[in-house]
């Protein structure tokens, strides 16, 4: 139980490619896949585990302040102003409460400036910077989402 979060990669296939699925219903016991109507696959690209801050910047700048756990589009632009804030608190971490504040809540980890909270920026920055790269705005798109 806790604050968990995830960015998903959604990449349109459409239904002119086939796509191997292999006993999905048997192998994972889900209902009957078509294989000749899936059109989107959708991958978890990053995961964050009580990472707080992070979610609180989403809420506060892709959300609209909802903090719903729905799913929520992202543009690279977006993600990019997060890297740049994340190094921007990793080169003055005295300023870490007020450029990227902790929150709390629910099960949502620690409020402390410590250890941890910049393990998570420096997690954010790695993998948004090998993600992003992956993301052409036409054929795929990303999402954030939480649960808690």
């Given at each position: 139980m806790g604050l968990?979060?995830?960015?998903?990669?959604?990449?349109?296939?459409?239904?002119?490619y086939k796509i191997n699925v292999e006993n999905p219903d048997e192998k994972y016991n889900l209902p009957k896949i078509d294989a000749d109507k899936i059109v989107d696959v959708v991958e978890e690209v990053?995961?964050?585990?009580?990472?707080?801050q992070i979610?609180?910047?989403f809420v506060d700048n892709i959300q609209n302040g909802v903090d719903d756990c729905g799913?929520?589009?992202?543009s690279l632009e977006k993600l990019q102003e997060l890297v740049d804030l994340c190094k921007q608190v990793l080169e003055n971490p005295e300023k870490a409460s007020e450029l990227?504040?902790?929150q709390s809540g629910f099960f949502f980890g620690g409020i402390e400036y410590d250890e941890y909270y910049f393990e998570?920026?420096?997690?954010?920055?790695?993998g948004l910077e090998e993600i992003m790269p992956t993301i052409d705005g036409f054929n795929n798109s990303l999402?954030?989402?939480s649960s808690w």
């Open positions: 968990d979060q995830m960015l998903h990669r959604r990449t349109y296939v459409g239904r002119a990053m995961y964050w585990r009580k990472a707080n979610h609180k910047w799913n929520y589009a992202v990227l504040p902790t998570d920026l420096e997690k954010t920055i790695k999402e954030y989402s």
